[in-house]
Nanobody
Framework: QVRLVESGGGSVQPGGSLRLSCAAS????????MAWYRQAPGKQREFVAS???????NYADVVKERFTITRDNAKNTVYLQMDTLNPEDTAVYFC????????????WGQGTQVTVSS
């Protein structure tokens, strides 16, 4: 059974930082491109960042220079370091895993809430 379990969400003031984690099980982790998406209230889910098993990364323009995605293949975990947070970053953040060659094998985590407010 595939599981993606996010953690690390919470409330923070503008300008603050949070680090999200996503632990994967039931998959051969190194064969998956890992990504973070987010969904704000009343908005569609949007791409935030992704990372391949070889650490090639991609970011949405709105988070470049502020967010950093990393992965630890030994721990089957992907991270999202979020710095200089602003209220527009408030959303539920979802972990996503997609097989690098078979994109029909894709999974979502349950999400973790991030709230940026003064």
């Amino acid at each position: 059974q595939v599981r993606l379990v996010e953690s690390g969400g919470g409330s923070v003031q503008p300008g603050g930082s949070l680090r999200l984690s996503c632990a994967a099980s039931g998959v051969t982790f190194i064969r998956y491109v890992m990504a973070w998406y987010r969904q704000a209230p009343g908005k569609q889910r949007e791409f935030v960042a992704s990372i391949t098993s070889r650490d090639y990364t991609n970011y949405a323009d709105v988070v470049k220079e502020r967010f950093t995605i990393t992965r630890d293949n030994a721990k089957n975990t992907v991270y999202l370091q979020m710095d200089t947070l602003n209220p527009e970053d408030t959303a539920v953040y979802f972990c996503h895993a997609e097989h690098s060659t078979m994109n029909t094998l894709a999974y979502w985590g349950q999400g973790t809430q991030v709230t940026v407010s003064s």
